[in-house]
């Protein structure tokens, strides 16, 4: 990891050594950019890039390229995210010559949410690639400056890679091994699955750095706030591949009656400061759901401000 | 084989409505297997169209007939005589079989009585599933067998993706993951470390993405 590879700020933190501090806000269902503006104004100055979802769970919203696009306008950092579901290798490509031309200089390589499980569940699913396949175009792009076809590329996209690693799914034994893929294919950074079973968690980071995994690329761990009980218990039942621990369920339940926020906030504030402590974690990814008003008080109690100037 | 389903009766009766006088076509092949197009549901779909004519005052005269195969000008030969005298041949064999017989007898028409699924197998009595989605290129033989492709909701090749719970997919309990299965049995093995070296993005030409797809073997072009 000698020179910068995009030169953005998000790589640039990491290279110095930060700890890393990432938020996430979704555009909206519809092209309502006030809304979107005033979401990220909580943002600004409090983490060091954004992640901008792709039509996340399969519901169709503003592209996420064009969000990014007025991210910047706003003076933050996006980190644009891309699924494999909806698009082919050309759309793939062209995305990211246009995301790259607004701006752009983080990405994060998904596969994306099955579309059974949104709102046009009749669309047919593409899947020309997958995540593993997309991390190499992009590397590729970057680094030989050719597309997937070999062809030359006028102006290549210099883009900061990352993807996505959940621990908790299964086979939980060979989550670590293509945790290491995805580092093998060109992953610069990896953002967690949110994380709930700490003790899971650190046993997943240990078999990482046992296999010097975070000597190869930053590893920033994934936390969303539980802002209610039923959100803990959808959680833990209907998202797959999520663990969500009977005992974290009861502590949130224990707080009572219009307390439960701030319990789930206290708890997120204690994990981060947590994991600011575990070996080769790189940061946090704070995946504050529809809760961005609340990332600066988040940011706040954990320590994370203010954000280093790089 | 090929696995079908029979179309909803409702589906069919509108399609003979302004019809007094059909065939309904079985298939000796694939759909006798699967239970949904041989000589016994032949009988019994024409039964149904004719009491449920019969209730509304207007009978519907059904003639029942099955052949070796539809996907075969040899045995689309056998109806030859037949065809002509109905309002319209009701096929029960996949979608292949209505497409070669309006092909052979164009003044006829002919209404497929099945929805055509996928190629697959029995995987217990009366419980057929998708094995294969006939991509032209067949890599099963670096999955232990198992095809990723028509197989995995996601046609990925490095998988699991970070959906799978409990050896389901992400998008249905009722539905496996093969890719949960597939790095099960390498772990056994103790053959991780084929799952470990990266697949190239697959060539869909070969597959239905190329276009229609034909097969010319030279050797038996007369
Ligand atoms: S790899 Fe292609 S040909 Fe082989 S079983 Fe799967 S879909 Fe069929
Ligand atoms: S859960 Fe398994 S079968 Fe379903 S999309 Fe993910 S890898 Fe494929």
Known sequence: MSELKSGSNLEKVLKAGHFAFTGE??????????????KLSHLKGKVDAVNITDNQTAVVRMSSWAACAILIQEGLEPNFQMVCRDRNRLAIQSDILGAYALGVRNMLCL???HQTF?????????YDIDSMQLISLVKKMRDEQKFMNDEEIDVAPKLFIGAASNPFAEPFEFRVYRLAMKIDSGADFIQTQCIYNMQRFRGFMKRAVDMGLHERCYILAGITPMKSVGMAQ???????GMDVPESLIKRLRGAGKGKVAEEGIKFAVEQIQELKEMEGVAGVHLMAIEWEHRVPEIAERAGMLPRPKV | MIVANRKPLAEIREMVENCDKILILGCKGCVTVC??????EVSILASILRIA?????RLLHVDEMTIERQCDPEYIEQVKDRVGQYDAVVSMACGVGPQFLSEAYPAQRFFP???????????????WAERCAGCGTCIIHYFDGMCPIARCSKSLLHGPCGGSA??????????????????RKKMEEGHLKDLLDPKPPKDWRTARDGGPRKSVREELVQ
């Not at chain 1, 949104?118 to 593409?126: I, L, S, T």
């Not at chain 2, 009585?113 to 009595?125: E, K, L, S, Y």
């Open chain 1, 25 to 38: 806000c979704g555009p909206p269902k519809g092209a309502n950019v006030e809304h979107l503006r005033e």
């Open chain 1, 111 to 113: 596969s994306g949410d």
């Open chain 1, 118 to 126: 949104g709102n046009h569940p009749q669309a047919k699913n593409v």
């Open chain 1, 234 to 240: 959808y959680m833990a039942k209907a998202v797959p």
């Open chain 2, 35 to 40: 239970n949904v197009g041989g000589a016994r």
């Open chain 2, 53 to 57: 004519r019969k209730k509304e005052g």
């Open chain 2, 113 to 127: 009585a099945v929805n055509t699924t996928f190629f697959g197998g029995a995987i217990q009595h009366g419980v």
């Open chain 2, 166 to 183: 409990n050896g389901k997919c992400e998008i249905s309990k009722e539905v496996d993951c093969i890719w949960d299965k597939i790095v």
